[in-house]
């Protein structure tokens, strides 16, 4: 009875495990399908770009963070570096001035002053004109912090 009672369970056990890798095999194999480019339209494709925004830091030093990220609609400069930085695993530190907005005083370690530079952000390869917390940004926008000296 003993023999007979571990056969049933080595085989419960088995047959478990065939089943379980199948499903996760089919599963995997749709994804794949999904996902595939050929599958998806290339209109489809443009339009999940447009969603995102290029965001790139340039420290100055030849290092650059390049990403695509996602923005809501009430997205700034500032909440979109807030996010890269969590995204991303990188700090972030910034004063907020009552009546002009927030100033970002280092990214990643890097701090305004170094060297003589400081971070400026740019969209869509213009310079900023107000506070980063007060400039939305949009889908498909390019949005540069780079550590440079300033010009004022």
Known sequence: MQKKSVKIILFLIIFGSLLFLSFDYFLE???NT?????????????????????????????????????IFPDSTVFSSLEKLSKENNFGITF?????????VESIDGVKN?????????YVNEKPGEIAADRKTVAPGDKIEWRFEASSF
Do not use: C, F
């Not at 004063?95 to 100033?103: H, R």
């Not at 002053?113 to 952000?121: E, I």
């Open 29 to 31: 194999r749709e994804k």
């Open 113 to 121: 002053g170094t060297d003589g530079k400081y971070w400026l952000y």
């Open 95 to 103: 004063k907020e001035y009552k009546d002009m907005g927030i100033l």
């Open 34 to 70: 999904l996902v595939d480019k050929h599958q998806i339209p290339q209109a489809s494709l443009k339009e999940a770009v447009k969603e995102k925004v290029l965001y790139l830091i340039d420290k100055g030093n030849g290092e650059v963070l390049e990403s695509r990220t996602v």
